[in-house]
């Protein structure tokens, strides 16, 4: 009888759990992305540390860099957008943050790979490295495209009038503040 009674109000409340996928700022699929560009980043990481010999020791560590980089920020970024976390950081652009930051490493992915792929000595673990480099700015351009695809580009200035002073905002139109005004002056 008990059981009856309380049914129809205790359900599970589905935000109380860590993970919120999907929720306001990730999708399944764009969640799947962060995650493709986490492992490939790290494998990119792995595969050049292991590197023994180098020409050019600087393509090399530019590569390191921009491989680490990726891999902890963006392991970073999908923790905190997957989970509550994001709200306690005190950031409110997390679409603009987002964009900006994947835009950008696609951009230094595609660089550093190819600047290691010219100075390199053509070892198995080096053509490996910039093969995983290759494939993870590929999967961060995607993101790039999905994010744009799905939510638009995150920069477009919106129409709508920007709230003053906490107050609700209010659109006046020529043909109100015309009727305001005959109103006024007839009073007068």
């Not at 993101?143 to 659109?171: A, H, L, M, W």
């Amino acid at each position: 009888m008990a059981s009856e009674v309380y049914s129809p109000t205790t359900a599970p409340n589905p935000k109380s759990s860590l993970f919120m996928v999907p929720s306001e700022h990730l999708d399944y699929k764009r969640f799947g992305l962060k995650a493709t560009e986490v492992v490939l980043s790290f494998l990119a990481f792995i595969l050049e540390e292991v590197v023994a010999n180098c020409i050019s020791c600087k393509a090399l560590y530019f590569f390191e860099f921009v491989s680490c980089t990726a891999f902890l920020f963006t392991l970073l970024l999908l923790i905190l957008l997957s989970t509550k976390l994001h709200t306690k950081v005190g950031i409110s652009c997390w679409a603009k943050l987002d964009f900006i930051y994947t835009a950008a490493i696609a951009v230094l992915f595609l660089i550093s790979s190819i600047i290691f792929a010219v100075n390199n000595t053509g070892s198995g673990l080096e053509s490996s490295s910039v093969a995983f480099g290759f494939l993870a700015m590929a999967a961060f351009a995607v993101d790039v495209f999905f994010f744009v695809k799905t939510r638009g580009f995150p920069f477009k200035k919106d129409e709508q009038p920007v709230s003053r002073n906490g107050g609700p905002v209010t659109v006046e139109t020529p043909e109100e503040t015309d009727k305001l005004n005959s109103v006024s002056n007839g009073a007068d």
